[in-house]
């Protein structure tokens, strides 16, 4: 009787000292990444894609931003990540090296860049919306040069095509 009291206790010993090695290791292995996103004029942006790939293994983990601008990517395992933003309309963000420990929240702020510099047309109220919606002409009197021709000057860039499976634009287009 007396072995059996004492393998029962031993068993019992093991099964605490595992649970409490469990317990500490499955909440203290995570640790999570958190800020805001805003653009250049200090503006929240919403919906903006957020993704960590994690060093050692390449896994990803993604978000999207709220309305607010805020993001966290959490339970993630610990480990050195690339943090990285391909919102459209805005140029790539990546930040290598970024360092999440178990049981701590990782503060990373994030400020994205126009594609363009808002000139006329094409300013705010464009990234407010889908760049495909139908647009309303621009209020006001078309800007004009001192000999009276439209000034036409300003960043003009390339379409980006967003969708690979449609046909480009020949340059005559």
Aim: aromatic share 8%; net charge neutral.
């Amino acid at each position: 009787m007396r072995r059996y009291s004492s393998l029962v206790h031993t068993a019992i010993i093991g099964l605490a000292i595992a649970t409490c090695a469990f317990a500490q290791t499955s909440g203290a292995i995570t640790g999570a990444i958190t800020g805001t996103v805003i653009d250049v004029a200090d503006a929240a942006v919403a919906k903006a894609e957020i993704q960590a790939t994690k060093a050692a293994t390449k896994a990803t983990f993604k978000t999207t931003t709220s309305e607010q601008g805020v993001y966290t990517l959490g339970q993630l395992p610990a480990g050195t990540y690339q943090l990285s933003s391909m919102t459209p309309f805005f140029d790539p963000f990546v930040q290598p090296g970024v360092v999440v420990s178990a049981g701590k929240t990782q503060t990373l702020n994030i400020r994205l860049q126009d594609v363009q510099l808002n000139t006329l047309g094409d300013g705010r109220e464009f990234f407010a919306t889908s760049a495909f919606a139908e647009r309303t002409t621009p209020q006001g009197p078309t800007p004009r040069f001192a000999d009276g021709k439209p000034d036409l000057s300003g960043v003009w860039s390339a379409q980006r095509i967003l969708d690979p499976g449609q046909p480009e634009l020949k340059p005559a287009a």
